[in-house]
């Protein structure tokens, strides 16, 4: 194996192992910093996988955004919320999740079964743009493009996005704010 396989396969251990410490940790702060790990080794596994521009998207609206977000509506919930949510049911796997973990249980195996079964150098689209040499190579610079579109003909919607972003703040922090009534 060489530097980048193992680093490849960290990386993907780091994502899973913090994906699964996400979805069975019962401390909320636990869970987001857990979720922020997983988000930044999914945008190393975007730059193994070429998509640069993914990365640093993912960096940059996931991490940068909407991770923030939570860690917003967190701070701004009521205490009395979180002594319930941390108070609820703490078995892992009992009657009431069984449906969930049923349907993970035949995700899982369906995903298992397309990836043994995926062939992906047998597909005819792959042999006809290998054959072509219509593929992307480390070198080829792509982000200069979609660089220039977003801050020219995508403009509008990028800011229509930023500003539903700060929409969103706004309302989470509105939602969460404890109001004591007049009597």
């Known amino acids: 194996m060489n530097i980048d396989q193992i680093l490849f396969c960290v990386m993907g251990f780091v994502a899973l ?104 150098d047998t597909l005819q689209w792959v042999k006809a743009s290998a054959q072509s040499n219509n593929i992307i190579k480390p070198t080829d610079n792509t982000i200069n493009n979609i660089g220039i579109n977003l801050m020219t003909r995508y403009l509008l919607p990028f800011e229509i996005i930023s500003v539903l972003l700060m929409m969103t703040l706004i309302g989470a922090a509105h939602l969460a704010r404890k109001e004591e009534h007049k009597l």
């Not at 979720?35 to 940059?60: E, I, R, S, W």
């Not at 319930?84 to 349907?103: C, E, T, Y």
């Open 17 to 120: 192992t913090s994906a699964l410490l996400v979805a069975i940790s019962n401390n909320l702060v636990r869970s987001l910093f857990m979720f922020f790990v997983t988000l930044f080794a999914l945008a190393g596994l975007y730059v193994f996988a070429l998509a640069d521009f993914v990365a640093v998207t993912q960096v940059v609206i996931y991490v940068g955004g909407v991770l923030v977000l939570m860690l917003f509506a967190f701070m701004l919930s009521n205490k009395e919320v979180l002594n319930n949510l941390q108070q609820s049911n703490s078995k892992f796997i009992s009657v009431g999740k069984l449906p969930a973990v049923l349907v993970a249980v035949l995700f899982a195996i369906v995903l298992i079964n397309a990836i043994l079964k995926a062939a992906p």
